[in-house]
């Protein structure tokens, strides 16, 4: 860890366990990322400071790396607490200033991909309503720094600049510290997982099913460009820091291409929903995990697609794909 900073690993009510937030020191004092919106998140998070002689009435400014509740649930609570000024992306700053409406278009938009992709009700249902239950994990809060690709910010004595990764989600931004050949890149990248290019309602686009945007394509150009930046440390929004991040892109592009390959197989042996590969892939799938699953598979899909290998027949409203020729 760089001379200045603190990671505090706030514990979550989710899968992914622990949500890893920054303190960096100085002028303006500054907290990346906030963890959701839970008692026993803020009992950590206070607990945390306070290790560190500092309470949530000190800080300055809050960034926000990008739209999922664990890593901007409780900005609205620290922001009235401290009157801290909060940035974040501009596609950011949109949603979450009502974070109620665009988690009602993020459910219907999901909904209606299921739909065309083969999702039985039930378990498109079943995921509307964990998704409801969810929405308690964060509120809306005002953007006070609306930041776009290349801005500059200053954070904690050190001066990061602004770059726009979509992928894992389409509001993944991470800042770079140039001057200490480092990063904080929230999902972005992490360094125990693959980061699951979901497939969000887009933000800057049509949201029209059929027309979505190809998320793993865009993921991987993403880590390709983060790799290209050549830097010594990533701080990432869960697990370890990541250290010169070029080997670990590399893994990941093969760990996709192998994938890609795995699910092409399938369609060799005849047509299948972009469900179907799902089910084969992952037997047994709980259903909280079914979009996500069904995410991974669609984002293999537009590459395979985009090869000219798989070709996509819409009948009665599902989507059907089939080995090209």
Known sequence: MIEGVTKL???????????????????????????????????ALDAGLGELNRTVEDLELLILTHQHYDHVGLAAELKERSGAKVAAHELLAGFVADYEAAMILEDDYAAAVMELHGVPEKTSTALQERSRSYRRYAASVEIDHVLRE?????????????????????????FIDTGAWSAFVGDHLLGHISS??????????????????????????SMEETAKLDLEELFPGHGENITYCRDLVYERGQHHEERKERI????????????????????????????????????HVDMLVDEGRVVEEESAGVITLRAAG
């Open 264 to 299: 092409f197989a399938e369609f060799e042996k005849g047509p299948r929903t972009a469900n179907d590969i799902a089910l084969r892939l992952w037997p047994g799938l709980p259903v909280d995990q079914a979009y996500l699953a069904l995410s991974e598979v669609l984002g």
């Open 9 to 43: 690993a706030i514990p979550t009510p989710f899968r992914v366990g622990a949500v890893n937030c920054y303190l960096l020191e100085g002028d303006p004092l500054t907290l990346i990322d906030t963890g959701p919106n839970d008692k026993a998140s803020l009992d």
């Open 150 to 174: 290349g801005d500059v910010i200053d954070a904690g004595e050190r001066t990061l600049t602004v770059a726009l990764r979509p992928g894992h989600s389409p509001t993944d931004t991470i």
């Open 196 to 221: 699951n290019p979901v497939l969000h309602r887009p933000l800057d686009h049509e949201a029209d099913p059929r027309r979505r945007r190809p998320t793993l394509i865009r993921y991987l150009a």
